[in-house]
């Protein structure tokens, strides 16, 4: 089996490009919706993000609102270590625990795991190949602002905590430039899943 990690900055389009390995045939997890699941009530991230950060994080039904978190531990690193030093525990825990199951399930498949921080977090050596989508600046802001219905400065204060773009390409096996129009990132993912498969064999 492939261990494939796929990141990128901040609204480059790691769900888009993980989406489209799918469709080719890829096993897809994304760690982000491990590290949403690492905050429910009852998990133990959430009693000790609650305990580090305050009552004010939760919201009226008594989960953590992401953002009002967001707005806390991205303004101060040490913040988003501690933060991290909760949840990171149970993603990687998770992470481990799938790619045992897809890797009994068919030992020539393409198990990818889509990741915000793979590489700030040494996580990336786990893997036998790393993607990373790319875009412009400009394009993250707008496309966070759009999506996220953050505010310019919030984007631009989480930009802030992740590594730059051009520092992740020097760890990378595969670059999808996501600035252009779909179709085009959907030719580079064609290309790459070729490239990918023909490492199973």
Known sequence: MLRVGLTGGLATGKTFVGRALVELGCRLLSADELGHQALLPGAPAFLQAVEAFGGDILDANGRIDRRRLGAVVFSEPEKLELLNSFVHPAVIAA??????????E???????????????TGSYRRFDKLILTVCTDEQQIA???????????????????????????????????????????????????????????
Do not use: N
Not at 95 to 104: D, F, I, L, Y
Not at 111 to 120: G, K, N, Q, S
């Open 95 to 104: 992470e481990e625990h799938w790619m045992q199951t897809v890797q009994a």
């Open 106 to 120: 068919d030992p020539r498949s393409i198990a990818v795991v889509e990741a915000a921080i793979l590489i700030e």
């Open 143 to 201: 496309r966070a602002i759009k999506r996220d219905g953050l505010t310019r400065q919030e984007v631009l204060d989480r930009l802030k905590r992740q590594m730059p773009l051009e520092e992740k390409r020097r760890y990378a096996d595969y670059v999808i430039d996501t600035s252009g129009e779909k179709d085009g990132t959907l030719a580079q993912v064609g290309r790459l899943y070729t490239d990918l498969r023909s490492l199973t064999v």
